[in-house]
Structure formats: structure tokens, C-alpha cells
């Protein structure tokens, strides 16, 4: 029995693109009136949760659905990543956050996503747990980032360092781990060639 392969265009790619899609409009709201008051902090905080709860929403349909493509494997964490850092740069150049932890993240991110390309010809490689708990710990970090934060109690700003913290280093210890499954799958790759050839 042959099993359908479901098209690229499906209701989880779908829920992806449109997570692409609000990215504009959560950096406009963020940027508006001058990027520090409450009202617009909150619509694009708003805007930013919505986007970053849909990440769950096209895995669920994947999944449930066998909606799984190498599209979706490849467009999903490359949503997550406009998403992720167009509010770390937008919050670095308005003094919300250091350059520093944007660097670290977005370094990382940009390495992988080049590295996904390299072995392309060879694999997809999908999200691992380790990249989903990555961008969960990010997402949860940027929240509470985005909030108007002058006008709240200190507290809230010493978690959001807390959980930044534990997403800067689960970023850079699945950053490692990535690289290493890329060179393994071009090594892999390469070395089948070679095999072949030879026969």
C-alpha cells in the first residue's frame, strides 16, 4: 500500500507562512510612537505571543494530520527565526535589551540556518526537541521583554532575565549540536558518494 504524500500546500504550511506574515506588523507596532509606550507594548506583545503560539498550532496539524512536508520542516523554524529576531534587534535599538545577547542569539541562529541550506541537497534537517525547547525558553524571555516593563514591578524583569539566561545557553549548546549533525550528514553524504562510485 503507497502511502499519499501530502502536498506542500496544506493547512500547517498555511499556519506557518501566516506567522511569516505578522512579523511586519508586531515590528510596526513595536516601533510605534516611539517604541515605549504601554498601549503599543501591549498590542505588540500581543501580536508577538499570538505569532509565537502558532508555532504549536502548525506541528499539531503535521502531526495529526500527516501534514508533515519537507516545506514545513524547512519554512517552520525559519519562521521562528524572523519572528525571534526581529524582536531581539528592534529591542537592542531601543535600549530594552543589550547587543550582546542579540549577537549571541541571532550569530547562532544565522549559522544554522546557512548550515540547513549546505545540507540540503542531502536532508531536510528538521527542529530538533532541543531547538523546540530553544525557541520555547526565547519566545518566553522576549514576552516578557516586550512588556512595558518600566511601568511594572521589578520582579517581572528579573524572571525575564532568568529565563533569558537559560535561553542563551540552551541556544548556544543546541547551536554546537547542530553544527556537529550537519558536518555528520555531509560526512555521511559525501562518503556514500564515493562508495557508489566505486561500484
Known amino acids: 500500500m503507497v502511502t499519499a504524500v501530502p502536498s506542500p500546500w496544506n ?26 509606550t504601554v498601549t503599543w507594548r501591549l498590542v505588540a ?28 520542516k524547512l519554512l517552520d523554524p525559519i519562521a521562528d527565526k524572523l519572528l525571534i529576531g526581529a524582536a ?4 537592542s535599538a531601543l535600549g530594552d535589551l ?18 540547513r541550506f549546505a545540507v540540503l541537497k542531502y536532508t531536510v534537517m528538521p527542529a530538533s526537541r532541543g531547538g523546540k525547547l530553544k525557541t520555547v525558553l526565547q519566545s518566553v524571555a522576549i514576552s516578557i521583554f516586550l512588556l512595558p516593563l518600566d511601568h511594572l514591578p521589578s520582579w517581572i524583569s528579573v524572571i525575564g532575565w532568568i529565563v533569558m539566561v537559560a535561553a542563551l545557553v540552551v541556544t548556544v549548546v543546541t547551536g554546537v549540536e547542530y553544527a556537529f549533525q550537519g ?4 560526512r555521511d553524504a559525501l562518503r556514500a558518494a564515493r562508495t557508489s562510485g566505486q561500484d
Open 98 to 115: 543589550p547587543w550582546w545577547v542579540t549577537i549571541v542569539i541571532l550569530a547562532r541562529e544565522l549559522g544554522i540556518t546557512l548550515m
Open 45 to 72: 506583545t500581543g501580536l508577538f505571543v499570538l505569532a509565537a503560539a502558532t508555532d504549536r498550532v502548525d506541528g499539531y496539524l503535521a502531526r495529526k494530520y500527516n501534514l508533515v512536508t519537507d516545506l514545513g
Open 88 to 91: 531581539l534587534v528592534l529591542l
Open 183 to 186: 558536518w555528520r550528514l555531509r
Open 11 to 36: 493547512s500547517a504550511n498555511a499556519v506557518t507562512i501566516a506567522r511569516i506574515a505578522v512579523v511586519p506588523f508586531f515590528a510596526w507596532a513595536l516601533l510605534a510612537d516611539g517604541g515605549h
